[in-house]
């Protein structure tokens, strides 16, 4: 709000923005500032942007029980099972870094077991629902890339609309296999049914939502400073199981 327009004059002073104080380390809890999470079994993984880590915290008791430090900000996380029979020891977490450059996978100790760099900039991240196909978003050329999500390697890569930032994924497609939700800067929500040959990936989009592109009606905006319209920036996806 104070970004946009000054605090309207007899607005509540709750409105105001007080931020923590700097000298009491203790007054903010050492995971305040994750921009992604995961839970899977009784433990809630989440990124940690501000101080370059992913964590693991009890999501009964609150408290961090795994602290991985990455050396560069992660952005985004997907956490599952990495065998059949859905044991929670045996999860494995992918996390992404754009600014890093770089895709790690973590097991459920919070070992990385998988460290393969990027030639772009990976940002989202999902696993097809057999967690046979890892597919990474790099923001910077646009493009979702089909990963081994074991080793990580790229298999193969498609052009998107532009900078997908969100990825989730169902295998519910046309072509038998697994179809990808891809949340895009300019608030494109695309459905693209994947089909793999060879070397090769192919996208269908075959569903897509237009959000919002500019202000409605009833924005509020400073006298005098015409409304400027501006694309949506969604920034996560989600798919039920139960339906689309």
């Keep these: 709000w104070t970004e946009v327009s000054p605090i309207p004059a007899g607005a509540p002073t709750s409105l105001a923005l007080t931020p923590p104080p700097s000298s009491n380390a203790a007054?903010?809890?050492?995971?305040t500032s994750g921009g992604a999470l995961a839970l899977v079994g009784?433990?809630?993984?989440?990124?940690?942007?501000?101080?370059?880590?992913?964590?693991a915290v009890g999501a009964l008791t609150?408290?961090?029980?795994?602290?991985?430090?990455?050396?560069?900000?992660?952005d985004q996380l997907v956490a599952f099972p990495s065998d059949d029979g859905g044991s929670t020891q045996d999860t494995t977490v992918v996390v992404t870094s754009a600014v890093g450059q770089r895709i790690v996978r973590l097991a459920a100790d919070g070992s990385i077991v998988a460290d393969v760099a990027s030639s772009g900039a990976p940002l989202a991240v999902a696993v097809s629902p057999d967690r046979s196909q890892l597919f990474v978003s790099d923001v910077a050329e646009?493009?979702?890339?089909?990963?081994?999500?074991?080793?990580?390697?790229?298999?193969?890569?498609?052009?998107?609309?532009?900078?997908?930032?969100a990825?989730?994924?169902?295998?519910?497609?046309?072509?038998?296999?697994?179809?990808?939700?891809?949340?895009?800067?300019?608030g494109q929500v695309v459905r693209y049914d994947v089909t793999t040959a060879a070397d090769e990936l192919l996208l269908t989009a075959t569903s897509q939502i237009e959000l919002r592109r500019s202000l409605p009606e009833d924005e509020l905006y400073n006298l005098g400073v015409l409304p400027v319209a501006?694309?949506?920036r969604a920034l996560a996806c989600a798919v039920a199981k139960s339906g689309p």
């Excluded at 609150?62 to 992660?74: S, T, W, Y």
């Design 167 to 186: 990825l989730a994924a169902t295998g519910e497609s046309s072509t038998g296999g697994a179809s990808v939700w891809a949340v895009h800067q300019h």
């Design 42 to 55: 009784d433990s809630l993984w989440i990124v940690d942007r501000d101080r370059s880590r992913v964590v």
């Design 230 to 232: 501006r694309p949506t």
């Design 142 to 165: 646009s493009r979702i890339e089909l990963r081994d999500p074991h080793t990580l390697a790229l298999l193969a890569s498609a052009e998107t609309l532009e900078m997908p930032r």
């Design 62 to 74: 609150g408290q961090v029980a795994i602290d991985v430090p990455l050396g560069a900000a992660p």
């Design 27 to 31: 007054a903010v809890p050492a995971w």
